[in-house]
Nanobody, 126 residues
Framework: QVQLAATGGGLVQAGGSLRLSCVVS????????MGWFRQTPGKGKEREFV??????????LYADTVKGRFTISKDNTKKTAYLQMNSLKSEDTAVYFC?????????????????WGLGTQVTVSS
């Protein structure tokens, strides 16, 4: 059974940085693509796409709202992906989730197949 654990959330001032990590364990994945999403109270249950990285770790895709501020990377030897968040804004406050699957298009979709980890809270104070 695939398990994901997202960590690294916390409270930070606007303009600050945080790095989230998501570790993949279990399952039969030898390689994986990973997507990051966020969910904000008051915006319903819809999860907003933040960014994703392919299984090789060479191709990335970002939402316009975070482009230039957030960077996704991964370490296949550690089965871990990272979301480096810089120049944080109050509107980045949300619960952040990671999603894993071998297929890149799956991890860019908030619905459909794939495995989700528990979220981690990021709060940016202004």
């Amino acid at each position: 059974q695939v398990q994901l654990a997202a960590t690294g959330g916390g409270l930070v001032q606007a303009g600050g940085s945080l790095r989230l990590s998501c570790v993949v364990s279990g399952g039969s994945f030898t390689t994986f693509a990973m997507g990051w999403f966020r969910q904000t109270p008051g915006k319903g249950k819809e999860r907003e796409f933040v960014g994703a990285i392919d299984w090789r770790g060479t191709d990335t895709l970002y939402a316009d709202t975070v482009k230039g501020r957030f960077t996704i990377s991964k370490d296949n030897t550690k089965k871990t992906a990272y979301l480096q968040m810089n120049s944080l804004k109050s509107e980045d406050t949300a619960v952040y989730f990671c999603k894993v699957d071998p297929r890149f298009h799956v991890v860019t979709d908030p619905s459909g197949p794939g495995y989700w980890g528990l979220g981690t809270q990021v709060t940016v104070s202004s």
